[in-house]
């Protein structure tokens, strides 16, 4: 019998077979930052050993940086400490760090990928869910503990039981004003925020296929969001051609002979997935969540559900309490504070690139704080270099500096208690943006059409505006 993606890259990793069902992992590439490496590093100090293989470690500080005046002492005290022990932490252990001020400093998802650490066939891993992201690019990538982080740094090995397998197809033709972020957020609202649990997801089908790699990132991301355990796509040639003369990608013959074992890593005809599911792309219409988890989540123009409609009225219930809405109400034409554009899950220059596409020419209404984070200091200069901030800063869009920012309530940058933003992160939850603030999920490109409207609107009628033009 065939095998799984999935299962060709683990097996391909496997030290040992461990009694009782459980194996240790070999990790190519273990991401640090911030907030789950301190309690780590002290335990490494503590153990009076060192890093294993510092060499494959990557650091950078992302969650709790300031997105002003990054050039200035970091305001908010924890913060701060965080950040200071981070750059102590890899002074003492001689691993370099992409701090602040750093050309490659940047959201650990998205500078990992950007620079060409990321490549087909790794298995990577970080004190943080979101790197899931990195199996857009046919690795097994997934989020571990505290605890774990330490183990890594010890043994350059992780101990764990192997992950049920589940493929998710898509096949069919993306529709207008449709992108990555739809689609993850249609698959969650139909799976739930369980529908997941125990797995690691392949995506396929003719529509992931068809998505660029800062698309596929998109979906990966947010695998974790429906209780996967990570999500993959087989690498092709649009992972080749990302992946081409990056910074740390093979160069020259290397990278031939790279591309030749990657193109192994696909799933066999006759290999069998635990579980699968199929949907059709044009299905999808634009998606916005309307409770306190992302697979609360309607096309823009539905309704919200009511109590009969749903299988956990009690969870309705509290999360439109939270959010202050009704069952039944349109979404289309609801109130919005802040928009932000920016997180592991959208801030890619593509992302920036899209709306800048469509605010061009045009004015963010009058009563909406419209912030812009991008997800890399080399995504902010590339923006500068298209021309890109001067066509947000136009629009009354506020292009800060890198960092995780207002997708959760760690830094500076928090929504107040009561208003609502919409936001293209990965979380919607309550106090994720700050206590008491209210979230609804959306693709940039969603996000850039209400900022201009000033009110949830369909996006689509931008793209009817320019047709009539």
Known sequence: MGKTLFEKVWDQHI?????????????DRHFIHEVTSPQAFSGIR????????????????????????????????????????????????????????????????????????????????????HTSTHGAFGTI????????????????????ERPKTMRITIDGEIGKGVYAKDIILYIISKLGTAGGTGHFVEYAGSAVCSLSMEARMTICNMS????????MIAPDETTFNYVKDREFAPKGE?????VAHWSELYTDEDAVFDTEYNFDASDIEPMITYGTNPGMGVGISQQIPVMDEVDNPGGLSK????????????????KVDHVFIGSCTNSRIEDLRLVASLVKGKKKANHVDVMIVPGSYQVQQQAKKEGIDKILEEAGFELRQSGCSACLGMNEDKIPKGE??????????????????????????????????????????FLMQETAV
Do not use: W
């Open 15 to 27: 030290v040992e077979k461990v009694e009782g069902g459980q194996e240790i992992l070999y990790i």
């Open 319 to 334: 999360s439109l309490e939270y959010m202050d809405f009704n069952p039944g109400d349109d979404m289309i034409g609801k």
């Open 224 to 231: 974790i969001e429906m209780g996967a355990r990570g999500g």
């Open 254 to 258: 290397a990278f031939e002979q790279a």
């Open 46 to 129: 503590n153990r009076g050993i060192d890093i294993f293989r510092k060499d494959k470690i990557v650091a950078t500080a992302d969650h709790n940086v300031p997105t002003q005046n990054q050039h200035l002492p970091i305001k908010e005290a924890l913060s701060r400490i965080q950040v200071d022990a981070l750059k102590q932490n890899c002074e003492e252990f001689g691993i370099e760090l992409y701090g602040l001020g750093h050309p490659y400093q940047g959201i650990v998802h998205v500078i990992g990928p950007e620079l060409g650490i990321t490549k087909p066939g790794m298995t990577i891993v970080c004190g943080d869910s």
């Open 141 to 160: 990538a997934f989020g571990i503990g505290t605890s774990q982080v330490e183990q890594v740094m010890a043994t350059q090995c992780v101990l764990m």
């Open 420 to 461: 609502y933003c919409v936001s293209t992160s990965n979380r919607n939850f309550e106090g994720r943006q700050g206590p008491g603030a209210r979230t609804m999920l959306v693709s940039p490109f969603t996000a850039a059409a209400i900022a201009i409207k000033g009110s949830i609107v369909d996006p689509r009628e």
